[in-house]
Nanobody, 122 residues
Framework: QVQLVESGGGLVQAGGSLRLSCAAS????????MGWFRQAAGKEREFVAA????????YYADSVKGRFTISRDNAKNTVYLQMNSLSPEDTAVYYC???????????????WGKGTLVTVSP
């Protein structure tokens, strides 16, 4: 089992920045791929970004490319999502996710965090 705990959500004005963190514990060696999804009210959960254990393999949704950056610190078993130039359309609950690789994370998630709310005001 892998436990994922997100933090860093909150209220920010449009154009601002936030950094989300996801701390992983348990059998983390089985989940080399880590990433983020988000779900806005009334919408389906959507993929945001993913990263391999090496930090070389990076994947982003088109809607966040150039604004969001995913990174990880393997020594701390923590994945980060730096979000810049936020807009109200980014308002959602952001979920940390783990999968065997970053490449499959978009379609197969083995573990989910409980989520952290990001609210972007106009």
């Amino acid at each position: 089992q892998v436990q994922l705990v997100e933090s860093g959500g909150g209220l920010v004005q449009a154009g601002g920045s936030l950094r989300l963190s996801c701390a992983a514990s348990g059998r983390t060696f089985s989940s080399a791929g880590m990433g983020w999804f988000r779900q806005a009210a009334g919408k389906e959960r959507e993929f945001v970004a993913a990263i391999n254990r090496s930090g070389v393999g990076l994947y982003y949704a088109d809607s966040v490319k150039g604004r969001f950056t995913i990174s990880r610190d393997n020594a701390k078993n923590t994945v980060y999502l730096q979000m810049n130039s936020l807009s109200p359309e980014d308002t959602a609950v952001y979920y940390c996710a783990a999968a065997p690789t970053a490449a499959v994370l978009q379609t197969r998630v083995d573990y989910w965090g409980k989520g952290t709310l990001v609210t972007v005001s106009p």
